[in-house]
């Protein structure tokens, strides 16, 4: 992602996803109520696009008979995503720089909790990408049929358009879905108000007392329970808003808690409109058109406004996958920092993003979606219980905040009574933390049990192989991390006996730490010259200043040079620096680059990242003529 500021590739890079932002921007490039509301709420908005109809798909089993049941089944559904809001309103108060289910658990639960929450929200990231997608091209060949056979090439399409306009920044993917996503909202509650004054269609296969009795005796629990198992889509999105915190602006718990009830309010009216209105008018699921396009054939006809709320629609069932460019990237730095995915998806881009994350998303959701050809209805079984999981996790690690909060303010002096007191007090969030989590970890058992059988079970095998992973990664960096820590056992006085003081051209060292891998690169480019130069990119203050005191005891005679890095770049003022001292020194220097070679080939990925690309980024970039640059990788080989 890095390239030398006047090379062709930085300025190809700078037209696709803008010029690079410095650090000092970063507040604010963050967004508030207006701007985040739809980048954190289309994940929700836009599932009203197909919540009913995965309602209605499911009663489909029993007869059209029992598509009245589709209203108590959304009402039910709306309580819990209420139950929800309030939940996690108590949330990002507590926790407002981000993390969801993944920081809850991992200060009150425990290091698996976290890792599975995490990897359940991985998961449902990813696929909140390929079911907005896929069903944003469902409703345009809804409209158009004669696109159904290019649904999967439209989605990857799709995709790939969401990663790209997610790489050149927060901000701007914001100013591009903030007209769809509110024009859509006015658009739905519009078409909701007139669809209650249109006229009914005839009735859902209207039967006696008696026939009913007979539906009655041989439908089973299990139909409803699919129903609402199909129908909690609706309730996605909720946990982005917990885990986006450093995207919104200060203070960010509060707007947060606006975006959270903003998402209550219009969740809960447009599902319920749209229910209320696929019973009135008698729609039934179909496999050519959805539940949504008939309802605005109905009430709009075939005119221009129909077009007009397709396209629409289509074009925030693409953008609903925003939602989850905005929390991945964010969830996985964080997952990242603590070591249990690889260290390069903490890094920020150059737009202020977290450009790792949002590539690998984009890839993996290509991916998915070419494996289930765009079918929308086949992903949601994986989706929901993925979305549950994440939301029980959270509520429980929140209740055993709250109850620990409790136990501390009963040492506290008594204050006066007052209703205010009642609902701040630690027991009473308690207890509505206990309630969300009771609540969802019922429809998780719900959603699972419908939903194994129609691949539902491939969540209980992808979870743990996820989580089998984390745990490898982790295991993996804390074997190098004590592997490679330089001891005060070092030999000084003997390895100096080693070190050269010849004249030859200057050395360059680019290191990030002092570790056995840089202490072995630094000794041999001291055998080498007397002109050796550590170069630290000044990414975290901290690290570079331990890093600068460890280099000044080794006592090598070594220059220390630290570059300040104003985009975060570690290869871009590296590579400045080399070609400045190109044309100092009237000839190339040599690159001395320590490298980790370890055990297995898998963590081979999880390593010299870095000194890869200054390899590529120098072997074309030469600044002085019939010169070839040494650039020399200096091996070290890890037992684990």
Known sequence: MHRMKNSPLAKIQQLFFGHPLKTSMQKKERVGFLLGLPILAVDTISSLAYATEEILIALTIGGP?????????????????????????????VYPEGGGAY???????????????????????????SVSVTAGVRALTSAYPQFLHLATALSVAGILILGWLNLRGIRESARVIFVPVYAFIVMVVVIGIMG?????????????????????????????????????????????????????????????????????????????????????????????????SQITHIVLGDGVGYIFFQLLTAGILFLAANTAFAGFPQ?????????????QLSALGDRLVFSYGIIWLTIISCVLVMI??????????????????????????????????????????????????????????????????????????????????????????????????CYAIRNHYQVIEKELIVTHKIKKQVIQKRFSDSAYRRVLVPISRLHWGSYEALAFSREMSNKVTALIVNIDTVTTEKTRKQLEELNWGIEIVILDSQYRSIIRPLIAYVLHQDKVDNELVTIVLPEIVPAKWWQEYLHNWTANTIVKVLSWSESLPHQARIIISVPYHVKN
């Open 372 to 469: 289930f050809r765009g079918n929308t209805h086949a992903l949601i079984p994986l989706y929901a219980i993925g979305v549950f999981s994440a939301f029980t996790l959270n509520q429980f690690g929140m209740t055993r905040f709250w109850f620990k909060a409790s136990q501390e303010e009963k040492l506290k002096k008594p204050s006066p009574f007052s209703i205010r007191k009642i609902f701040s007090h630690p027991r009473t969030k308690m207890f509505i933390n206990a309630f969300g989590g009771t609540f969802t970890a019922l429809a998780l058992i719900i959603t699972s049990i419908a939903k194994f059988t129609e691949g539902g079970y491939l969540i209980f095998i992808t979870v743990p192989i996820i989580v089998g992973c």
């Open 103 to 129: 920081i809850v658990a991992k200060h009150n639960i425990g290091p698996f909790a976290s890792v599975l929450g995490a990897s359940t929200l991985i998961l449902d990231y990813i696929l909140t990408v």
């Open 196 to 292: 209650l004054f249109t006229g009914p269609s005839e009735t859902h296969g209207a039967t006696s007392a008696q026939e009913t009795d007979i539906v009655w005796t041989f439908l089973t629990l299990f139909i409803v329970m699919r129903a609402f198992a199909g129908g909690c889509t609706a309730m996605t999105g909720i946990e982005a808003v917990a885990n986006a915190g450093k995207v919104l602006k200060e203070p960010t718990s509060r707007s947060a808690q606006h975006i959270l009830i903003a998402i209550g309010l219009i969740g809960a009216v447009s599902f319920f409109l749209i229910t209320k209105l696929a019973n009135n008018l008698a729609i039934a699921p179909s496999s050519t058109e959805s539940v949504i």
């Open 331 to 343: 969830l996985a730095a964080m997952v990242a920092r603590d070591q249990w995915l690889p260290k």
């Open 65 to 93: 008979q029992l598509f009245h049941l589709s209203l108590p089944i959304a009402l039910t559904i709306i309580l819990l995503l209420w139950t929800l809001v309030i939940s996690y309103s108590q949330t990002v108060q």
